[in-house]
């Protein structure tokens, strides 16, 4: 005689469509069984419960604000002592010795997961059927639990990983920076103990070797710096500062390779603009690197414009160049991270320049975006909040443009 079918209640299927493509952690997906079998039993008491790699109760959730302390208290000492005993031990749902609180062990094969518990309220015994809806009621919570704590493992493993890239980046930069200052002081060494006429363009190799090694500084402080920006851990350094010293100090650190790919800088600062409460340092390094972009992709005898002025929102700095431009398609992925524009000719890069970019600006409060007409050129643009300041600026000085640099 065949078995006749177990009716298996609307709200267990409710609950099994609330699971389809769950992305929650484990405490979300235990938080809301907790609730559902509250509402499908009529009561508050329902504990669901989550164990530790050692089979103890790890995680408890309760369902509802009913339930007082002293009752939570109770309730807790009975699934230690009582009914998570006995349950552990079979497979199915087990009642109390009254009837009237009931249990079931969620599991991934023979290890125990946690345990959905439920009391009356009033309390009226257990029937058959109640049982076998909490039994198939934590069949879909087990399921889900599951998934919930293979996606917390792998968010986990996941973390771990970019905690270790960064410190693997941070230990990278304190082991490098030594070196690369010996090598930067050797250069300027050598620059002083060279004469002129002793060696023919020897003065060429030694700028050519200092500003690489700057260059590799740079490129190792903006690692460092966008694993900060991107955790908001990096603390700006806001001062009044002059817009056009800034531009400056940029020109005077990327002036040589413009030379080299015989381009021209051109500065356009409204010289009425006032000075600004930003971090002079971290957005210099920003229009840095985007004449640096400009560099890469404008042909020999093109220009470099850069540009500050105020604007209704605040005050807008833009690095327009003569290159080809970006595609309209592309102009939000450039900002991203390790992002490339494939067979653009461009010199080698590895696609952090612009994503700092936007972390800096957008640290600032301000945003940054792409304009101008493909084919004729681009226009990286960034807008900072109007936040003025009338204090003095110090003076620029080269010095403050060198130490910008590290």
């Not at 089979?55 to 309760?62: E, F, N, R, S």
């Not at 079931?104 to 058959?128: E, N, S, W």
């Not at 968010?155 to 990278?172: C, E, H, I, N, S």
């Not at 290159?323 to 398609?329: K, Q």
Request: aromatic share 6%; hydrophobic share 45%; proline share 6%.
């Amino acid at each position: 005689m065949p078995t006749p079918q177990r009716h298996i209640p609307d709200w267990v299927y409710r609950l099994a469509l609330s699971c389809i493509g769950d992305t929650r952690p484990a405490g979300d997906v235990l938080a809301s069984a907790a609730d559902a079998f509250s509402e499908a039993f009529q009561t508050h008491f329902v504990f669901v419960v989550r164990f530790d790699a050692h089979g103890q109760p790890a995680d408890v959730v309760v369902a509802g604000e009913a339930m007082s302390p002293e009752q939570r208290q109770v309730w807790e000492a009975l699934l230690v002592q009582g009914v998570m005993t006995r349950a552990l031990a079979g497979t199915h749902a087990v009642v109390g010795r009254d009837g009237t609180n009931a249990a079931v062990v969620l599991r991934d094969q023979d290890t125990p997961l946690g345990m959905i518990a439920v009391a009356h309220d009033p309390r009226t015994a257990f029937d058959k059927a109640q049982l076998h809806a909490l039994t198939d009621g934590a069949a879909v919570v087990e399921k889900a639990l599951l998934a919930a704590l293979a996606r917390d493992s792998q968010a986990q493993q996941d973390a771990q990983k970019q905690q270790l890239q960064r410190d693997l980046v941070a230990m990278t930069y304190h082991d490098m920076r030594a070196p690369l200052q010996h090598v930067q002081t050797t250069f300027a060494v050598l620059d002083r103990l060279i004469p002129p006429d002793a060696v023919p363009q020897a003065g060429e190799y030694v700028a050519a070797g200092t500003r690489a090694i700057r260059q590799v500084s740079r490129m190792i402080k903006t690692l460092l710096d966008m694993g900060k920006l991107e955790n908001n851990g990096l603390s700006l350094n806001r001062r009044p500062v002059s817009l056009e010293a800034v531009v400056q100090g940029a020109f005077q650190i990327v002036s040589a390779a413009a030379t080299d790919a015989a381009q021209t800088l051109v500065a356009q600062v409204d010289p009425s603009l006032p000075r600004a409460r930003i971090d002079g340092e971290i957005v210099q390094r920003v229009l840095i690197n985007l004449i640096e972009n400009a560099i890469k992709y404008t042909p020999a005898g093109g220009t470099i414009t850069v540009s500050a002025q105020a604007d209704g929102q605040g005050i807008r700095l833009a690095v327009t160049d003569s290159g080809p431009g970006i595609p309209p398609h592309l102009r939000d992925a450039v900002f991203d991270k390790y992002y490339r524009i494939r067979g653009s000719g461009s010199r080698e890069g590895v696609g952090l320049g612009l994503a700092f970019c936007r972390l800096a600006v957008e640290a600032h409060g301000g945003r940054i975006w792409v304009e101008g007409e493909a084919g004729s050129g681009a226009v990286f643009a960034f807008l900072l909040p109007a936040e003025v300041a009338p204090a003095p600026d110090a003076p620029f000085s080269r010095a403050a443009a060198a130490a910008a640099q590290f």
